[in-house]
């Protein structure tokens, strides 16, 4: 049996923390750069058995990965296994010429950019630091630097947020040029501050969602992107510009994750380490893996489970192993309702039904 070949690394610190924010972050707590670092890879190390010997993607993610301390940042991007795609998530404002070449020297071949809008009335009110400028300055200096992927995180459904503001988010996205689109929703999770202070607001917003969402389709289709996933969509291109580590996480694929409140799913068994700073550098500063919590993964939990990811996909679900998870009498309902297509041994939502999508996965499990 071959090994795992996808690495989650979380780097945790943030400058600030935005008000929709339920990732696991720290703020400040510069000092503890170096330390983190140095249990990171204390805890690689203890999973190395599990990774194959070829990696074919890591991912940093975070947190603000490029906010991490430039010395302790490149020590862990030496050690780190060589990987065919090797991403790293930074927050605009953070990638100076200095850091853009720091990310080229070192094996990181595609850069994700939390972009969210470029509307300066709503990245106040998302709380974001990074500027419209300082998005096009990052991806101008990646590209001097000879990164050529790079994605732009665009967020829609901010309160206040028009139908006119996003068409004109995806046109300023566009003439950037990125190789990748991720497009997502804004979800205000229950007790953040951001649902105190928006939540009548976020209310009235979701009746306009699903306009919201067909007018990204439409753009950027419409611009020669492929809309491969629910919220990402790629450059046509010689080469494949799919996000390859959460490609690997939509088709089911084993996955190890390090850092505070990683999640790493290998065979039938998941775990989450524990999103304590302080416990996670004191199990790891004595070569023991942190505090985790373990959840058994059984056929009938990863069947549901690849069912539910894999009809993400513009490509069709492959259902050999997975006829359990599914409801005959929905598949058909809904194939008569022209939301699925099945054909032989596959299935695959049709456009309409990927509109709707986690409703009609939903109905289809049984």
């Known amino acids: 049996m071959s090994g795992v070949r996808h690495l989650y690394v979380h780097l945790p610190f943030c400058a600030h923390r ?14 503890q750069h170096g330390a983190y670092v140095d249990a990171l890879l204390a805890e690689l190390e203890l999973e190395r058995g599990l990774l194959d010997a070829e990696l074919e993607s890591v991912f940093l993610g975070g947190g603000t990965p490029t906010l991490t301390e430039p010395g302790a940042f490149e020590r862990l991007l030496r050690a780190l296994p060589r990987a065919r795609e090797v991403t790293v998530e930074a927050n605009p404002e953070t990638v100076t010429p200095a850091l853009a070449a720091l990310l080229s020297r070192n094996g990181v071949n595609r850069v994700s950019l939390g972009a969210q809008t470029f509307n300066t009335v709503l990245l106040d009110v998302l709380e974001r630091r990074a500027q419209p400028s300082d998005v096009r300055r990052a991806v101008q200096r990646l590209r001097d630097a000879g990164v050529d992927n790079v994605n732009l995180d665009l967020v829609y459904g901010i309160p206040g947020q028009t139908a006119a503001d996003l068409d004109r988010d995806l ?11 991720s497009c997502y929703e804004l979800e205000a999770k229950p007790g953040t501050r951001f649902t105190h202070a928006h939540g009548a607001e976020l209310e009235r917003q979701a009746d306009a969602m699903e306009g919201y969402f ?7 289709t419409t611009a020669g992107y492929r809309w491969y996933e629910t919220a990402n969509f790629c450059r046509r291109d010689a080469r494949d510009l799919r996000a390859q580590h959460n490609l690997a996480y939509w088709e089911g694929r084993d996955y190890v994750g390090i850092g505070i409140g990683a ?26 893996r942190p505090e985790r919590e373990l959840e058994p993964l059984d056929d009938e939990v990863k069947a549901r489970e690849r069912v539910l990811l894999g009809l993400r996909l513009d490509e069709p679900l492959v259902l050999d ?24 041994r596959t299935l695959a939502l049709t456009r309409r039904g990927r509109f709707l999508g986690g409703g009609v996965t939903a109905d289809l499990l049984a």
Do not use: K
């Not at 696991?24 to 000092?31: A, F, I, N, S």
């Not at 039938?268 to 199990?283: C, K």
């Open 18 to 31: 935005c008000g929709y924010c339920d990732f696991v972050t720290v703020v400040g707590r510069d000092d």
């Open 263 to 288: 999640v790493s799913t290998v065979g039938a068994v998941r775990w989450r380490n524990t999103p304590r700073l302080r416990s996670y550098l004191d199990a790891l500063g004595t070569v023991r």
């Open 321 to 344: 192993g997975l006829d359990s998870a599914l409801d005959s009498a929905a598949l058909g309902r809904l194939a008569g309702l022209g939301l699925l297509e099945r054909r032989g």
């Open 214 to 220: 067909e007018l990204v389709v439409d753009r950027l």
């Open 171 to 181: 046109a300023d996205a566009l003439a950037l040029e990125p190789e990748h689109l």
